[in-house]
């Protein structure tokens, strides 16, 4: 699959765009497009779960009922008479795609193991920042607000999401 991935990164008309599931399809959803030789991603967190008789973690989606999907535009209509896709994200009257950069990002966030807070609620817009230490060195940010210090909310744009991660204060810089 990485021999795909790298063809198609080549040509300039496959983008990321995201998609809405059918709720709690997001992993099968994935493994239907997958078998259509699309590319996805779907970023998981680990989230514990209590039983009435024991505790266990599992993956979840990071992003309830979306899914990112590398295709070009010849492929929508593919997309969706794929089991478990409900739409396309669609802004202003088109379909949304998403830079490349702005997925990066969000895997390094995964990465790190951090504990990241998911709000599903639109914020004010707010000064930009870039981190410029630490395991999210690089990563442009929309700073919305401080806590003690601590806590800096990235927005991931069209989605409607925002991140809190906590960083110190000492590893932004205003752009």
């Known amino acids: 699959m990485v021999g795909i991935l790298e063809e198609k990164m080549i040509d300039k008309d496959y983008k990321w765009y995201p998609i809405y599931t059918r709720s709690r399809a997001e992993k099968k959803t994935q493994i239907a497009l997958n078998q259509k030789n699309i590319i996805t991603y779907l970023p998981l967190i680990k989230v514990e779960k209590q039983w009435s008789d024991r505790k266990k973690v599992t993956l979840e989606p990071l992003l309830k009922s979306y899914l990112f999907i590398y295709i070009s535009a010849k492929e929508f209509t593919e997309v969706l008479m794929t089991y478990g896709v409900s739409r396309f994200i669609y802004f202003s ?25 998911i ?29 003690h210090n601590q806590k800096i909310v990235l927005r991931l744009e069209n ?17």
């Open 159 to 175: 989605l409607g999401y925002t991140i809190s991660i906590n960083t110190s204060l000492a590893n932004i810089e205003r752009l």
């Open 119 to 147: 709000n599903e609620t639109e914020v004010a817009p707010g000064e930009k920042v870039i981190i410029k230490a630490g395991p999210f060195k690089g990563i442009l940010a929309e700073l919305v607000y401080l806590k």
């Open 93 to 117: 009257g088109s379909i949304v795609s998403i830079p490349t950069k702005q997925l990066d990002d969000l895997k390094l966030l995964l990465s790190d193991g951090s504990d990241l807070e």
